[in-house]
C-alpha cells in the first residue's frame, strides 16, 4: 500500500519526476536548503510570517545593534534589514565600564505580528539585576523600533496575542501573565503556571514559544533531560484553553550531522499551508546554528524532522530562483553608513569612528586607554561562518601612535589574534593567543591571559598591511574542526601563514556564551589619538 501511495504521489508532481531531464534534477538538488540553514551563530530564534516574507530575531547579546531582524522569501536566503535598538544604556556595563556584558545582553527575543504592527518583546539578561522586559513596536520589520513599555524580568519570554485581543506573556518553566491591553504592564494577580513539569523532566525547561493552531494552543520549550546519550529534545505543551489543561509531547528528539541533539526555536507556516520547524543546535566554537525541517501535523501535534522524525541533510526549496543574499559580507565601506551586516562588541563610541573622514575606508581611532583587547571600545565584528570561511582586511596602520595596537582577531573569550603594535617608531606583528577570566557577577575582567606565538618586524614607513584568517568547522568525530589559520601579506598577492598551525577556536557559555566572529580592532595603551584605516573587508564561505 504504501508502494502505490508513493507512486501516485511522484505522478502528481509537475513536472512529474518521471519527466524531469538531467538538468532539472541538477537544479533541483542545486537549489536545495542544505542543513544547517544558516552554519553561523543565530541562536533562540523566532521566526514569524507577514504575507510572502518570514522575519527572524535572533540573540546577540553583548554586540550592538541587537536584536538583529533577518529576512527571507524562502527559507534558504536571510539577509539582515534592522536591529531592534543600536544600544542599550541601562547601565555604564554595557559601555565596557565597571564591568561587561559578555553573554548578557539582549537573549531570546520574541516576534509578533497583530493587526498591522511588528511587536517584539525582550529581556535583557542581567545576572544579579535582572534588566527589566521591553516591548517594541515597528510599522515595519526594518524599524525604526519604539518602546512601548518596561515592566519586570521575564526570562526567555513569548509574547502572545490572543484572537480575543487580549494579550499574555508566557516565561520560565510554563508561567503566565496577562498584559494590559496597552502593553504598559501586566495585570496583577493573573500570574499562574499553567502545567507542572513531569517526571521525565529532569532538567532545564526554557526557550518559551507560543502559537494557536486551529483553536488550540501549543508552547513549545526546549527540554534538557540530562538522561544518559540525550542531552537535550524539544516538547510541546497543548492545550484547548490557554490557562490550560495543558498536555505534552515530544516533537523532536534528534541528533544531527554527528553533533547532539538539538533543541530550541519554533515553527512557522507558508502561504501554501506548508509548516516548517526552525531549531537551534550548539556546535563548538561557530556557535549555535540553525537547522529547517519539515513540521508534520500528526493528531494535533506539530511533529519535526524527516518521516522518521529526524532532522534531515536537505529539504526541498519553498520558492525557485530567489536572489542570494547573506547575513555575513564582504564591504569596500563605500556607503556613507555601516552595513546591517556589522556589530559592534558593546555599545560604540560613535565620535571615535567614521565612513566618511577618508571615504572609502572604515576608520577606527583610538579613544581612552585601556590594557587589552577584551576592554578596547568599537571592536567591529561579524560572524564566522561553516563549513569554512576567510576574512581579510587591508589596513592601514601609517597613524598608529606608540603604544596602539590594532588588526584582526578570531574573536571570543578565547581569541587568536593578528594584532600590530606601534613601539616607539618600530611596528611589530603577532600572532597572539588571548583568553580572558570574567567575574560571575558583573563580567568584569579580572584578567587576561596573553600568548606570544610568533612575532615579525615590519619594515617602516609602511603604509598598508593586509591580514587574514581562515576558519574550519566541518565535522569530525562527533564535534566540529574548530579551527583558525592566520596569514598576513604587503601585497594581497604572497601570503605568509603566522603562529599557531591548527588555532582552537572554542565555545564557552559561561563567558562570551557565543560563536566566534571576525573582530576588526583598534585601542590605544599609552595615549589616544592614533587611528586606522580599513579600505576593505573580503569574505569568502566555502561550500557544504
Known amino acids: 500500500m504504501k508502494k502505490i501511495l508513493l507512486l501516485a504521489t511522484l505522478l502528481t508532481l509537475t513536472p512529474t519526476l518521471l519527466e524531469m531531464k538531467a538538468d532539472d534534477y541538477a537544479t533541483l538538488h542545486e537549489e536545495k536548503i542544505q542543513n544547517p540553514m544558516l552554519w553561523a551563530d543565530v541562536p533562540d530564534p523566532d521566526v514569524i510570517r507577514v504575507d510572502d516574507t518570514f522575519y527572524m530575531v535572533s540573540t546577540t547579546m553583548h554586540l550592538m545593534p541587537g536584536a538583529p531582524i533577518m529576512a527571507s522569501k524562502d ?14 544604556t541601562d547601565s555604564p556595563k554595557y559601555d565596557l565600564q565597571q564591568g561587561t556584558v559578555y553573554g548578557r545582553g539582549q ?57 480575543d485581543n487580549r494579550v499574555y506573556v508566557i516565561y520560565g518553566t510554563g508561567e503566565l501573565m496577562e498584559l494590559k491591553p496597552d502593553l504598559s504592564d501586566v495585570i496583577e494577580g493573573t500570574h499562574q503556571q499553567i502545567f507542572q513539569r513531569e517526571e521525565d523532566e529532569k532538567g532545564l525547561l526554557e526557550g518559551s514559544r507560543m502559537i494557536k493552531h486551529n483553536g ?19 516538547v510541546c505543551y497543548r492545550a484547548d484553553d490557554i490557562h490550560g489543561p495543558y498536555e ?33 543546535q550548539d556546535r563548538g566554537g561557530v556557535g549555535r546554528v540553525l537547522t529547517l525541517m519539515p513540521c508534520r501535523w500528526i493528531d494535533g501535534w506539530p511533529m519535526l524532522g524527516d518521516e522518521n522524525g529526524k532532522v534531515p541533510d536537505a529539504i526541498r526549496p519553498l520558492r525557485s530562483s530567489q536572489p542570494t543574499t547573506a547575513i555575513v559580507k564582504s564591504d569596500g565601506f563605500t556607503a556613507d553608513r555601516l552595513g546591517l551586516h556589522w556589530q559592534w562588541n558593546h555599545n560604540p563610541i560613535d565620535a571615535a569612528w567614521s565612513l566618511t573622514e577618508r571615504p572609502g575606508f572604515l576608520r577606527l581611532k583610538t579613544n581612552r586607554i585601556v590594557k587589552n583587547l577584551y576592554l578596547a571600545p568599537n571592536t567591529l565584528t561579524q560572524r564566522m561562518e561553516g563549513p ?28 587568536g589574534a593578528l594584532m600590530v603594535k606601534k613601539k616607539g617608531k618600530k611596528l611589530i606583528l603577532e600572532m597572539q593567543e588571548l583568553s580572558v577570566a570574567l567575574t560571575e557577577r558583573d563580567k568584569e575582567v579580572t584578567s587576561v591571559t596573553e600568548k606570544i606565538i610568533e ?10 598591511l ?7 568547522f566541518r565535522p569530525v568525530n562527533g564535534h566540529g574542526k574548530d ?62
Open 483 to 544: 579551527i583558525a589559520n592566520f596569514y598576513y601579506s604587503l601585497d594581497r598577492e604572497q601570503w605568509t601563514k603566522i603562529g599557531t598551525t591548527d588555532y582552537q577556536l572554542r565555545f564557552d557559555w559561561q563567558r562570551f556564551f557565543m560563536g566566534t566572529k571576525f573582530g576588526i580592532f583598534c585601542y590605544a595603551t599609552k595615549k589616544p589619538g592614533g587611528y586606522i584605516d580599513i579600505d576593505k573587508f573580503c569574505y569568502e564561505k566555502g561550500k557544504p
Open 248 to 280: 505534552k509531547q515530544v516533537i523532536l528528539e534528534s541528533e544531527f550531522g554527528g553533533f547532539s541533539y538539538e533543541a530550541q526555536g519554533t515553527i512557522v507556516d507558508t502561504q501554501d499551508g506548508d509548516w516548517y520547524g526552525i531549531i537551534f
Open 455 to 464: 612575532s615579525v618586524s615590519l619594515s617602516s614607513p609602511l603604509s598598508t
Open 107 to 163: 537573549w531570546a527575543t520574541s516576534l509578533k505580528y497583530h493587526h498591522g504592527k511588528f511587536y517584539a518583546l525582550l529581556a535583557p539578561n542581567e545576572r544579579g539585576t535582572m534588566g527589566d522586559t521591553y516591548i517594541f513596536s515597528a510599522e515595519k520589520a526594518e524599524g525604526p523600533w519604539t518602546i512601548v513599555s518596561r515592566m519586570r524580568h521575564f526570562h526567555d519570554c513569548s509574547l502572545f496575542f490572543d484572537d
Open 466 to 472: 593586509y591580514l587574514r584568517i581562515d576558519a574550519d
Open 216 to 234: 488550540k494552543y501549543y508552547l513549545l520549550m526546549i527540554s534538557h533531560t540530562y538522561a544518559p546519550g540525550r542531552h537535550r529534545r524539544e
Open 388 to 415: 569554512t570561511c576567510s576574512g581579510s582586511i587591508a589596513i592601514d596602520i601609517s597613524k598608529m601612535k606608540d603604544g596602539d595596537c590594532a588588526g584582526l582577531a578570531a574573536f571570543n573569550s578565547d581569541t
Open 75 to 88: 527559507l534558504k536566503n536571510w539577509e539582515t534589514i534592522g536591529y531592534i535598538f543600536d544600544k542599550l
